[in-house]
């Protein structure tokens, strides 16, 4: 084998592993997208119409319905082998959903806001992502994230302020508005990337 071949041979494989990867990448995205995009929405009606309170607990759904997606997804997956990206960026993944978790409990403890918390993290995960797999679209996708996810502590500064000038409460819609660009940072963040790597996919 000369040497034109075998990098011919090697540019086919990386490719291959490329279009694996995007394929596989935007299947998790749009469930997760998808996903967190519905159950937000439900919650948010939950809170401006003053549903039973259990509801609050949907937001759990998220990472079990996410989770047993995932989980029903790499099932299927097992009979392709598994590269060194595919297993970088499940490392990526578990590390910053575990992260997430534990940002959850930070920000009960100390009444920070979590929609901040995991924008920002899930952001940081969809950059690597991009990093690692070299698609601009979605590192440029989580870097948006990341700037929006500053949204919440400003939102946060400014009603704080409108409730110390104004003797009346701020609407309801105008506090629990955190829930709707919650899942419209999602949808930035992981339904457009997640739909953008499906379509180049179905294209090859």
Not at 41 to 70: D, H, K, Q, S
Not at 106 to 120: E, G, H, P, Q, R
């Amino acid at each position: 084998m000369d040497k034109q071949k075998s990098l011919e041979i090697i540019s086919q494989m990386i490719s291959d592993t490329s279009a694996q990867i995007e394929s596989n990448s935007g299947k998790y995205f749009l469930v997760w997208g998808y996903t967190t995009i519905i159950i937000s929405i439900f919650e948010y009606f939950v809170m401006i119409l003053g549903l039973n309170p259990l509801f609050i607990w949907g937001w759990w759904l998220i990472p079990i319905i996410g989770g047993c997606l995932t989980l029903f997804l790499s099932k299927m997956e097992q009979m392709q082998p598994k590269s060194y990206l595919d297993r970088s960026i499940g490392a990526v993944w578990a590390v910053f959903g575990a992260s997430s978790l534990f940002a959850l409990i930070a920000a009960v403890a100390y009444n920070v806001s979590m929609f901040y918390m995991i924008v920002l993290l899930m952001g940081m995960g969809t950059i690597i992502t991009g990093a690692i797999c070299r698609h601009r679209n979605l590192t440029i996708c989580g870097v948006v994230a990341m700037v929006l996810s500053l949204i919440f502590p400003i939102k946060h500064i400014l009603v704080k302020n409108m409730e110390v000038h104004d003797a009346c409460c701020c609407e309801e819609w105008i506090i629990y508005s955190d829930i709707i660009i919650f899942a419209v940072i999602f949808l930035v963040m992981m339904v457009i990337p997640g739909h953008i790597m499906y379509y180049r996919q179905t294209k090859r």
